[in-house]
């Protein structure tokens, strides 16, 4: 490996350089250490077939892959180098000399652990040389709302939520950190990644609603492991039921978990028996009952969400479903607002009738100061509390 400094500026129009990131899926191509996929060719393949999907860039392990996914590929590469070194806890490119191999190996950011645990070198120092050294960008992976502000101030070009969840720290949170990804968000302006977890194509979207500057994907995509196994589980796991009651023909079994072939079982015999015998009408038809939504929000500038309604509309009825509005906010009318214009909305729709439910710890004088009658009440629901159903003429 040379020690040759590679380029020596540091590029000054960052933004530029991170535009074709921006709201896009990076995926991250690594397999297990053992695994038959551990090899440089075929993590290029993937890589290729990630890009060819639109995916903008690729999050590469090992020098010797990232030369390998550099061959086959123009698109954007964050290299890391998981590297465990004595002593320390931090593994993701721990040192420079493992940035200066990803550098002239072809990657175009770094990522590093950003962590607050010991490191080999001081950070400042390390995304200093980055920069200075090798001409290239700064991903730091943090797990804390702390390490992200340290990493910031040490000169890190983009945060990512990496490690969130996966340090002493952060152990028994769960990812994807959409809660520190927006508690970063209200204190800094520089790009953040949501990456650790983000399972499913609608959590992706989730993230970029929420600020994310981009998204990394790696095992929900490449994980050919983790999907064989979860199959491989869920073939094997038989749901215990807890008691059992026989009689001579049938017997009744009872789950304190959900049991989702049977529950769907029965939902979907429900489902068929409602329309089949009010087929007249067409209520209980599948796009009836699903009704149609009315969601409206409040959002700042950046897109942020301050309040917001959830409703639909079902049949003749308006259906509010969730009301909130941000503490800083309250008191401004915009709960109002937001139940003017859901109601509007029904109305234009042909609605003639309003339902919703709240508890008596919730906004029950709100609701009937909008001309909405309480006609059911449930005390002791739970304890201590009231639950109240109330209905408006549209
Ligand atoms: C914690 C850590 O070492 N994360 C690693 C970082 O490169 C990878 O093992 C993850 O696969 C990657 O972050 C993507 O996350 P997910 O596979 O959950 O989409």
């Known amino acids: 490996m040379s020690s040759q400094v590679v380029i020596q500026f540091m590029p000054r129009d960052i933004a530029q350089l991170l535009k074709?990131?921006?709201?896009?899926?990076?995926?991250?191509?690594?397999?297990?250490?053992?695994?038959?996929l551990n090899h440089p060719t075929i993590i290029a393949a993937i890589a290729e077939s990630v890009v060819a999907q639109n995916a903008v860039a690729v999050r590469i392990d090992t020098p010797e892959r990232v030369t390998a996914v550099r061959q086959r590929i123009s698109a954007p590469i964050l290299g890391l180098?998981?590297?465990?070194?004595?002593?320390?806890?931090?593994?993701?490119?721990?040192?420079?000399?493992?940035?200066?191999?990803?550098a002239e190996a072809g990657a175009d950011f770094i990522a590093i652990d950003a962590t607050l645990r010991d490191r080999p070198e001081p950070i400042e120092i390390l995304?200093?040389?980055i920069h200075q050294e090798l001409g290239k960008l700064v991903v730091a992976d943090i797990d804390s709302l702390e390490s992200a502000?340290?990493?910031?101030?040490?000169?890190?070009?983009?945060?990512?939520?990496?490690?969130?969840?996966?340090?002493?720290?952060?152990?028994?949170?769960?990812?994807?950190?959409?809660?520190?990804?927006?508690?970063?968000?209200?204190?800094?302006?520089?790009?953040?990644?949501?990456?650790?977890?983000v399972n499913s194509p609608e959590l992706a979207r989730q993230a970029i609603d929420l600020g994310a500057y981009a998204v990394v994907v790696g095992t929900a995509i490449t994980g050919i492991e983790a999907h064989v196994q979860a199959f491989d589980a869920a073939l094997r796991k038989k749901i215990p039921a807890l008691l059992i009651e026989r009689n001579d023909t049938y017997h009744f079994a009872l789950f304190t978990?959900?049991?989702?072939?049977?529950?769907?079982?029965?939902?979907?015999k429900l489902r068929q028996y409602n329309p089949e015998t009010t087929s007249a009408n067409g209520y209980f038809d599948q796009s009836a009952l699903?009704?149609?939504?009315?969601?409206?929000?409040?959002?700042?500038?950046?897109?942020?969400?301050?309040?917001?309604?959830?409703?639909?509309?079902?049949?003749?009825?308006?259906?509010?479903?969730?009301?909130?509005?941000?503490e800083s906010i309250r008191r401004q009318g915009f709960a109002s607002q937001l139940m003017h214009l859901?109601?509007?909305?029904?109305?234009?729709?042909g609605c003639t009738e309003a339902l919703l439910d709240t508890f008596s710890f919730q906004a029950k004088e709100f609701y009937e100061k909008l001309g909405y009658e309480m006609f059911a009440q449930v005390d002791d629901y739970p304890s201590g509390y009231s639950f109240f159903q109330l209905k408006k003429e549209l």
């Open 81 to 102: 180098w998981k590297q465990k070194i004595p002593g320390y806890e931090v593994y993701i490119t721990p040192r420079f000399e493992q940035a200066q191999a990803l």
């Open 257 to 268: 978990q959900e049991h989702p072939s049977y529950r769907n079982y029965v939902r979907s």
């Open 20 to 36: 074709p990131l921006e709201s896009g899926l990076i995926v991250s191509c690594q397999a297990p250490a053992d695994s038959p």
């Open 290 to 326: 699903r009704g149609l939504p009315i969601e409206i929000f409040l959002l700042d500038d950046r897109d942020k969400v301050k309040a917001g309604l959830v409703s639909l509309t079902r049949w003749n009825w308006l259906l509010i479903e969730a009301l909130w509005v941000e």
């Open 127 to 129: 995304i200093q040389r």
């Open 342 to 349: 859901a109601e509007q909305e029904a109305r234009r729709r």
């Open 149 to 197: 502000i340290a990493a910031i101030q040490a000169g890190a070009d983009m945060i990512a939520t990496t490690m969130y969840g996966f340090t002493p720290a952060t152990e028994g949170c769960s990812p994807p950190a959409f809660d520190l990804l927006a508690e970063i968000l209200e204190k800094s302006n520089v790009p953040v990644i949501c990456e650790g977890k």
